[in-house]
Every structure is written in structure tokens, then in C-alpha cells.
């Protein structure tokens, strides 16, 4: 999953320099700040491909003694700079330019220019948007799960790219209609409100990608209908009477920690039978869920109700 998912960031990052180079040449020539605002996200978005191939990279490093569960955390670290990287540089200088524009309008020239990059840059996107969302729905088909649902808690650097294509067509729309709006009425402000309002798409998508990767890097347990069929896997296992708690924390998309407190049949059980009750439950767990990478039982007698405390 790991080199498809480069692959989708090195594709995402070669359409949007490709694009961000055409759209700051037309944006210049034609005076167009929807076009320019455009540009700004390319660059953006071309900026957060570096950040995601180093999230991708970093990541794989093998756990050592200062970090013995690895360096996955790293790949919400950096894709936070990325959503960082969306609302500063593309957010922020858009809607600058677009207010600029608002209050000191100017002629739109070359308007043949501008629709041929428009057209030329929604190919591109679309074929990265289009790369991305095979591989999502590939990922969400083996896993048996929709493709939103799979999207939720996907391969950070796949879910930047995929909301970054989408919000880049998105904006493409919005830049041809506020630049036709404003050749077809004459009023050149429409050019200035396309660009506030790719500024305000991007705010949402880094927003949304920001809140994502923060619950990551704090901390975010599996959903609860996998921790209940975990659960009921533990559950099942000879030897253990009931599971009292169960803990999980994500370590990577591909990586989870699971803590299950639980109560034996026979808490006389010997050590080696402990031993490989444990090894059974890690192997039975494993084998339905891949992810789960680290598995570690804690025996604890069950507490039986007070019956005092009953009314």
C-alpha cells in the first residue's frame, strides 16, 4: 500500500507543478485573480506533495529504543503541515487577491488563454483525483467497508491527495465561472469573488484535514463496531471467561495497539498456559484483523456485583 500510495503523491505532485507554472504565466498575462488564486493553490498543493513524500518516507523507519512502537505518527504529522501548507499559502493569498480585486478591479484579457489552461489543468487534476480514487476504493473493497467509510481512516498522503484533486476541480469550476461572469457582465468584480471563494474551499479542506490529523496524533481508537468484533473474538477464545476492557489506539493506517483486560475461566492457570492462551488470541485477532500489530492481554479477575448495591 506504501508504494501505491507514493506513486499517488508523485502523480499529484508532478500535475500540480506542471499546473501551477501554466496558471501563474496566464494569470500574469491575462490579469485574471481567480487564475492567479488557481496558481497559489497549485503551488500549495505541489509544496504539500514534498511534505507527504516525506511523512511516506519517515514513517517506515523501524522502531528502535526511543520510539519502540515506530515512526508511524509520522505521517499525521506531516500531512498536518500540509493542511497547514493549503491555509496559509492558498487560503490566505487567494482571499487576499480576491479582496484586492474587489476594491481595485481590472480588465480580464486573454480569455482564450485562460479557458485552454482551465481545461488543460482539469485534465491533469482529474487524472491524479481519478489515480487517487481507484486506489481508495480498491483499499475500502478489500477491507469490505464503503469508500467514504475506508477514506475516514486512509493512508494520510492518499486522503491530502484525494481532498486536494477534488477541492482543485472544485476550484477550477469556480475560477471559469467567475471569469465568464465577468467577461459576459462587464463587471470585472465577479473575477475578484471567484478567487474568495476558492480561498474559502481551501479553509474547509485544510480545516477538515487539520482536524483529522490532530485526532490522529492524540490519539484515536479503532471504530466501535471493529472493537466490539474484536471483542467478541477475544471473547470466544477457550480460556477466557469475559473481556473487562478493551483499549485500542492507532499507531499508523496500517498499525494498532489493542490492550484487553480480561478475566480467565481458571485464574490457577499456569504461566505457560497463560503464554499460549495469549499467543492463540494474537493469532486469532491477527488473522481477521492485520493491522493490529501489537496485542497485549492483561489477566484480572473479574468483580462480581455487590449485592448491597442492589435496590
Do not use: C
Not at 515512526?71 to 482571499?95: C, D, K, P, Q, T
Not at 491530502?160 to 461572469?181: N, Y
Request: no cysteine; hydrophobic share 50%.
Amino acid at each position: 500500500m506504501a508504494e501505491e500510495s507514493v506513486g499517488t503523491v508523485l502523480l499529484a505532485g508532478a500535475a500540480n507543478l506542471a499546473i501551477a507554472i501554466a496558471k501563474v504565466v496566464a494569470g500574469l498575462l491575462s490579469g485574471s485573480t481567480a487564475l492567479l488564486a488557481e496558481a497559489a493553490h497549485s503551488i500549495a498543493d505541489t509544496m504539500n506533495q514534498a511534505f507527504l513524500l516525506t511523512a511516506l518516507h519517515r514513517s517506515r523507519k523501524p522502531a528502535d529504543a526511543r520510539h519502540p512502537f515506530g515512526y508511524g505518527m509520522e505521517r499525521y504529522f506531516w500531512s498536518l503541515l500540509a493542511a497547514v501548507g493549503i491555509l496559509v499559502l492558498g487560503a490566505g493569498f487567494s482571499i487576499a487577491e480576491g479582496l484586492r480585486s474587489l476594491i481595485d478591479p481590472e480588465p480580464i484579457a486573454s480569455l482564450g488563454l485562460i479557458y485552454t489552461v482551465l481545461a488543460v489543468s482539469a485534465i491533469f487534476e482529474g487524472t491524479s483525483w481519478l489515480r487517487a480514487v481507484r486506489q481508495v476504493r480498491r483499499e475500502a473493497r478489500k477491507k469490505g467497508v464503503p469508500p467514504l467509510e475506508h477514506l475516514r481512516n486512509a493512508e494520510p498522503a492518499v486522503k491530502t491527495v484525494a481532498f486536494e484533486d477534488t477541492a482543485a476541480l472544485i476550484g477550477l469550476l469556480i475560477a471559469a465561472v467567475g471569469v465568464t461572469l465577468a467577461v459576459v457582465t462587464g463587471q470585472h468584480l465577479w473575477d475578484g469573488a471567484a478567487s474568495i471563494g476558492i480561498g474559502v474551499l481551501l479553509i474547509v479542506v485544510a480545516f477538515t484535514l487539520g482536524r483529522d490529523n490532530k485526532a490522529m496524533l492524540i490519539g484515536r481508537a479503532l471504530p466501535d463496531d471493529v472493537q466490539q468484533r474484536i471483542r467478541a473474538i477475544i471473547n470466544g477464545t477457550a480460556g477466557i471467561e469475559s473481556v473487562l476492557e478493551l483499549l485500542s489506539l492507532r499507531l499508523a493506517p496500517d498499525q494498532v495497539l489493542v490492550v484487553a483486560t480480561v478475566d480467565l475461566a481458571d485464574m490457577q492457570t499456569t504461566g505457560a498456559a497463560i503464554e499460549q492462551l495469549a499467543e492463540r488470541v494474537d493469532l486469532e485477532v491477527r488473522q481477521h484483523y492485520p493491522m493490529v500489530r501489537h496485542l497485549y492481554l492483561d489477566p484480572t479477575p473479574g468483580i462480581s456485583p455487590d449485592p448491597s448495591s442492589r435496590r
